[in-house]
């Protein structure tokens, strides 16, 4: 379903960065910005940005600095960031702002851009734009202002863009095939979280329990080779 998505839309459409879509001056007609805010699973970005790839679509993935499920500057999850950008998608910023405090435009601003200058040097790429993870106040967020780096909320992506957002595994504003915007062809914005996404289809609650089992399993393996020694000398004492 999502490579037959990918696809039609590329019958019309162009795929373009956030980057592009405010800093360019040209005149940016059927255009899509697609983008993936990273809230559980980096493994599950693989086969997405995979079939992009073969497509020759770049998409921007949206990263946790400081994720309770990932890890990013793990040996094994740095590899799989290095994988999404060599195929060449962009790297983003998903900022979540629950554990900062701040009382001004200004301090939000400047917690914003140490996370993405941070994860930039870090990859030595890029970060094409920021998106915030559960976002309380949206005419709020609109007054923000990063300088080098486009955030979600600004008003060219919202009012130049029909947004659309697979929350819990459901599209929130129907399909974007099934809206009078992609009729008119017009620009369009496609958030898809890959955890809800699978080879055949599931129910959100389904995918969640998958989710949670590859986890454990993950962390059991981890856990296994982290302790090694401790393991083997249990072993010797018996």
Not at 9 to 24: G, N, P, Q, T
Not at 49 to 58: D, F, Q
Not at 86 to 91: A, D
Not at 186 to 199: A, G, S
Request: aromatic letters at 16%; charged letters at 30%.
């Amino acid at each position: 379903e999502y490579e037959q998505m990918l696809k039609i839309l590329l019958e019309d459409y162009e795929f373009i960065s956030f980057s592009r879509a405010k800093f360019s001056r040209e005149k940016l007609d059927k255009k899509v910005l697609l983008r993936h805010d990273i809230d559980q699973s980096l493994e599950k970005t693989q086969r997405i940005a995979e079939i992009e790839a073969s497509l020759g679509i770049s998409s921007t993935y949206f990263l946790l600095l400081r994720s309770p499920f990932y890890n990013m500057f793990s040996c094994d999850q740095e590899k799989l960031i290095g994988n999404i950008i060599n195929k060449n998608h962009f790297i983003g910023l998903h900022f979540d702002y629950s554990g900062y405090s701040f009382n001004t435009i200004s301090q939000l601003a400047h917690q914003v851009v140490l996370e993405a200058e941070f994860i930039q040097k870090y990859f030595n790429v890029k970060v094409d734009a920021v998106s915030f993870h559960r976002p309380v106040d949206i005419n709020y967020l609109r007054k923000l202002e990063l300088s080098l780096y486009p955030h979600s909320y600004e008003s060219i992506f919202l009012e130049q863009y029909k947004y659309f957002a697979d929350s819990r595994g459901k599209w929130r504003f129907g399909g974007p095939l099934d809206s009078e915007a992609f009729r008119q062809k017009k620009n369009l914005q496609i958030l898809v979280h890959p955890e809800w996404w699978n080879e055949t289809e599931l129910e959100s609650v389904q995918s969640l329990n998958n989710y949670r089992k590859d986890y454990l399993l993950r962390f059991e393996s981890d856990l296994q080779k982290e302790l090694k020694g401790f393991w083997d000398s249990l072993k010797n004492e018996k």
